[in-house]
C-alpha cells in the first residue's frame, strides 16, 4: 500500500462523481489545503462544521470530504470575524484538507438520489430532470504489438459500457510508418531512418467528458514519444443525467404506509405529509435536500409523490392543487445518508487503486431542527 496524496482522493471522487456534473451555480472539489500533500485518514460528513472540523482533527484526519461546501459564496476576507473565516483558518492552520461533493453527486450515476431512491425500494429508476447528456467519443490508437495488452488495459479504466457490458473494445492488426526527426528520443527505431512497426489499431468509446483522463492515461502507458491516436465525435447517444430520481414502487401501498417506511429507513424522527393520507402511491419521484422545486416535473413524469425536504406552506398548496402528494422527510434525514455511503465507496476505492488510507464517518452531526409537541 502508497500513501495517498489529496489530489489521488480528488481525482477518485472525480471519476465516480464528476465535479464537471455540479451545477453552475454550485461550488465543488478542493476546496481548502494543498493537493499535494499526503493523507492517512479522511472524514467524511453532511456539512462542515465547527464540531466536525474538531472531530476530524481530533481523529487525526488531513482530509475532510463534505457534502454541503464551505466556501459557497465569494468571501472579501479570510479573518476569525466571520463563521466561514474561523473554519477557514482553522483548517489551514492545522493542515486539514476539505473537499465538497454537492451537486456533483446528487446528480450522478450512482450517487445520493440514486441511494435515496434504493434506500426507498424504488424500482425502475431514471432522473427525474434531465440536464445533461453525455457525447461519445471513438479514441483510436496505434500501438506496437509488444504493448498492446498494456494499453488496452488501462484504457479500459476510462472506456463506456454498453448496456450491461463493460471493457468493450476492437482491435485490427496493421503496419504502421515513421521516420523520426533530428531531435526525436524514439522508443523504437533511429534518427533519420524509416521504421515499420507491426501494430495494432485499438478502438474504444469514451464519454467526451473522461476523453482528457484517457489521454493522459494513454500517453503514460503507451511506449512512444509520440503516441498516435484520433479521436471521431459521435451521433450515437449517450447516457443522461439529472436532478431527482423518478421509479415505482414493487407493489403499491398508502401514503401513509409509505411514511411510515420513509421514518424507519431514513432514521427521521418525523415526517411532514401532503395529501390525503389514505390515497395509494406507486410512481415516487424523490430529490434529496431541497428538491421541491422540482414539483412540476414530478406532475409532468405522473408521480403520486415526491419525497423531499424543505418544503414551504405555499408550495404545500400548490401541491394539493396539482394533486401531488409531498413528503418532506428533511434536507438533514434526506442527504445524511450519504456519510457512510461515501466512507465505504473511498474506502473501498483507495484501497483497489493500492492506497493505504483509513476513511471515517463524521459520528457527531445532527438535524439542526428539534421537533416539539403539544
Ligand atoms: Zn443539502
Redesign the pocket.
Known sequence: MRPAKVSDVVGIINKKFPFGLSEEWDNVGLQVGDAASQVERIMVALDPLPEVLDEALDRNCQLLVT??PLLFKPLRHVTAGTPAGRLLLRAASRGLAVVAMHTNYDIADGGLNDLLAACLGLQDVRPLKVTGRDTLVKLVVFVPESHFEQVRQALFEHVVSVGNYRDCSFAAPGEGSFTPHAGANPSIGTVGQLELVAERRLEVLVSQGHLAQALRTLVTVHPYEEPAFDCYPLLNEGGSWGLGRIGVLAASCRLTDFADCVLERLGCGHVRLVGDPDREVHRVAVCS??GVSLMQDAVRAGADLLVTGDVKYHEAREAEACGLALLDAG?FAT?RVMVAEVQQFLQGALAASGYGCEVLAAGGEQDPFRIRYC
Do not use: A, I, M
Open positions: 457534502h454541503h435536500g431541497s434536507h442527504e
